[in-house]
């Protein structure tokens, strides 16, 4: 049972428009959603996180809304450029826990043309 | 130092071989975790240590056994592996108490080829 989804296996923008990159979770206990970046042939990098308290957050050219009430949650990157090109996972947690036990997301490769 | 170093890269073995993935940090970070990633799939996590102790373990098979030697190293000792078991292994850590921020630091991983 796939807790953490993402529907789109892939996206394809222009250079200089929005992307807008898409997850839903099933778990309502889920406090904490993050966004990571990977390359291939590199391990996952951390992008933006936010709060169940937020239901938005920002950081340069990436902001992350929350609908809590949807269980949804989407990352926008604006302007896109062709180096965001990479596989994006959205990972969800439970912060009452002392270590940070992480589900992804199936991940969206995101291709952004020049 | 921001970096979680995993070796070695790539390391292909038979299934009756003994081998170990490594794992390292020096962030001073006190949770260390093992996820395995098959290709188109997401990461999933296998163990995580906590103070160097053994503190989740998602019912990983007995072929794959975890160690913490100390709070900097991480090892994965694999043994009688099956060709499914061939994937990425990804090292993470992350600080425990007031310095967690909920993130998880990765390493590159190591591609494991079981033939």
């Known amino acids: 049972d796939q807790q953490v989804k993402q529907n789109s296996p892939s996206l394809r923008v222009q250079e200089g428009r929005i992307s807008i990159l898409n997850c839903d979770y099933t778990?309502?206990?889920?406090?904490?959603f993050l966004w990571y970046k990977k390359y291939p042939a590199e391990g996952p990098t951390f992008l933006i996180s936010?709060?169940?308290?937020?239901d938005k957050n920002e950081d340069g050219r990436f902001t992350v809304f929350l609908n809590k009430s949807a269980k949804h949650l989407s990352l926008h990157i604006v302007p896109s450029q062709p180096g965001d090109s990479a596989v994006y996972f959205c990972a969800a947690s439970s912060l009452g826990g002392a270590t940070n036990k992480l589900i992804f997301g199936t991940g969206t490769l995101l291709a952004v043309q020049p | 130092d921001t970096e979680v170093t995993q070796t070695p890269k790539h390391l292909v073995m038979g299934m009756t071989n003994k081998k170990s993935l490594k794992c390292e940090q020096h962030m001073g970070h006190r949770a260390m975790y093992w996820y395995k990633q098959k290709a188109k799939k997401p990461p999933e996590l296998m163990f995580v240590?906590?103070?160097?102790?053994?503190?989740i373990n998602e019912s990983v098979p007995s072929r794959f056994s975890p160690e913490c030697p100390n709070s900097s190293l991480l090892n994965l000792h694999l043994h009688a592996l099956q060709p499914e078991d061939s994937a990425l292994y990804l090292c993470a850590s992350s600080p425990l108490g007031q310095d967690n921020t909920g993130e998880l630091f990765f390493g590159e991983g190591s591609r494991l080829t079981v033939l």
């Open positions: 778990n309502s206990m889920f406090d904490y």
């Open positions: 936010i709060s169940s308290i937020k």
């Open positions: 240590y906590s103070y160097e102790k053994l503190s």
